[in-house]
């Protein structure tokens, strides 16, 4: 079944400190790929988005993240955290066809920042 | 530039009243929309979207319904609410275009009493 998948519901690292975030998915061909973030009672906001073409994308805030066909992932990374990237992180993939575009979220990345 | 409002941002209901939520996008025409829920500690699941004026699909059987009157306004509701319709409601946009991202709102917090 078309899957997208995140193996960690949560993770805690230090300010300044580097991170990456595990986003797979399940698709018999690739897809287009997106990281969003939610801060707690807010909507969720774009990242950064993969569509084809160079396999290494840069968002904003910082955040980059590379897309490996052969693993089927898109991991998100930052060099260095700030304690305001604390929030819940979603991968997600477009692996709909046709007119309305659909996506399908991994169940999110919690993000816990420690001074 | 695109803009997208919802409201109300918190909703506190009894079992078995109705429910009507909207969302407005600016600066587009013709988007796609969706409704979300969002589950305590849980991720996204989609819940309606439509490409048009009065079209509407539905991803899954539920106690809600969604229309779209206006090219930009989509409007979430329930007859009689229960409570298991407690959670964060999201509306996101999208233009027409098989690259395109989902821009949201920022929710609609939804608590059944």
């Known amino acids: 079944a078309q899957s997208v998948t995140q193996p960690d519901i949560h993770i805690t690292v230090s300010e300044g400190a580097s991170l990456e975030l595990r986003c797979n998915y399940s698709?018999?061909?690739?897809?287009?790929l997106f990281w969003y973030v939610q801060s707690p009672g807010q909507g969720l906001q774009l990242l950064l988005k993969y569509f084809s073409g160079d396999t290494l994308v840069q968002g904003i805030k910082g955040f980059e993240a590379e897309f490996k066909r052969s693993q089927s992932s898109f991991n998100l990374r930052k060099p260095s955290v700030h304690w305001s990237d604390a929030a819940e992180y979603f991968c997600?993939?477009?692996?709909?066809?046709?007119?309305?575009?659909?996506?399908?979220f991994g169940s999110g990345t919690q993000l816990t920042v420690l001074p | 530039s695109q803009t997208i409002h919802q409201w109300p941002a918190t909703l506190v209901q009894p079992v078995g009243s109705p429910l009507s939520l909207e969302c407005t996008v600016e600066g587009t025409s013709n988007p796609n929309l969706y409704w979300y829920r969002q589950a305590a500690g849980r991720g996204l699941q989609l819940l309606f979207y439509s490409v048009g004026i009065g079209q509407i699909s539905s991803e899954v059987p539920q106690n809600l319904s969604a229309s779209r009157p206006q090219d930009r306004q989509f409007i979430l509701s329930s007859k009689k609410l229960l409570l298991s319709d407690s959670g964060f409601y999201l509306c996101?946009?999208?233009?027409?275009?098989?690259?395109?991202?989902?821009?949201f709102g920022d929710g609609t917090r939804l608590s059944i009493l």
């Open positions: 996101a946009w999208t233009n027409r275009g098989s690259n395109q991202p989902q821009h």
């Open positions: 997600a993939a477009d692996l709909s066809s046709g007119s309305a575009r659909q996506l399908t």
């Open positions: 698709y018999g061909a690739t897809p287009y």
